[in-house]
């Protein structure tokens, strides 16, 4: 069994000052870089969309942030402009140990096509290939942390779930955006596909 750590959009736009801000989102960090040295492989994922993109609720003319639309792959929740490609947002958080880290995934980068999961985009089907390489690598226990709990941290980490790996999140270093009671269903729903909340 080898074990690799999941580091989910530690990035400046998820943290306190940042267009999409989760509060407490700087707050995991010294925990995270801590937690690195306990695993066999560290991946970052980095969400990475370019100017314009169908999630940003300033594409959708008369939408507001937090609003939702229909898109031809089902209902997606429409967010402020945020981790553009190359803007300060999208970096990483300065203290992040990123030096760490075997592989970073970026994702959301089809602009027709939000991608929450570090696994597939929001169609459910289109792969951003993070499942061959830890096959490749022999990593089957995944432990999952970091921003947001209820959308990217939940979508990745049930997605792992049903494609067969052990998944654990670690709630004390992760934090929600929780709109609507979008946490308490993610946590449901993380239950429900055999994902270890601790
Ligand atoms: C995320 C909303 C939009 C996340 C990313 O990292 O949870 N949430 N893009
Ligand atoms: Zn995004």
């Known amino acids: 069994m080898s074990r690799a ?3 989910i959009d530690v990035q400046n736009d998820f943290c306190p000052g940042g267009a999409l801000a989760v509060a407490g989102g700087d707050e ?7 937690l690195m040295a306990e695993f ?3 991946i970052l994922t980095q969400d990475w969309h370019p100017a314009g993109h169908s999630s940003f609720a300033s ?8 609003g939702t639309v229909e898109m031809p792959y089902g209902t997606q929740v ?3 402009d945020h981790c553009v490609q190359g803007t300060a947002g999208s970096a990483f958080h300065a203290l992040l ?7 970073i995934v970026r994702k959301g980068y089809n602009p027709a096509i939000d991608s929450y999961s570090a696994f597939f985009e929001n169609d459910h089907s ?20 970091g921003l947001a709990t209820d959308f990217c941290v939940n979508f ?13 999140v670690q709630n004390q270093l992760c934090w929600a955006i929780d709109l609507d009671g979008s946490l308490a269903a993610a946590q449901e729903g993380m239950l429900t596909a055999g994902v270890t909340l601790v």
């Open 5 to 7: 750590l999941i580091v």
């Open 40 to 42: 066999d492989a560290v």
């Open 59 to 66: 594409s959708h003319p008369g939408k507001e942030p937090f």
């Open 97 to 103: 140990d990123t030096d760490r880290a075997d592989l």
């Open 78 to 80: 429409l967010w402020p």
């Open 28 to 34: 995991i960090v010294p925990g995270i870089n801590a």
């Open 126 to 145: 289109t792969p951003t290939g993070l499942e061959g390489y830890l096959r490749t690598r022999g990593l089957t226990d995944l432990t999952m942390v």
């Open 156 to 168: 990745s980490a049930v997605d792992a779930a049903k494609l067969g790996f052990t998944v654990t």
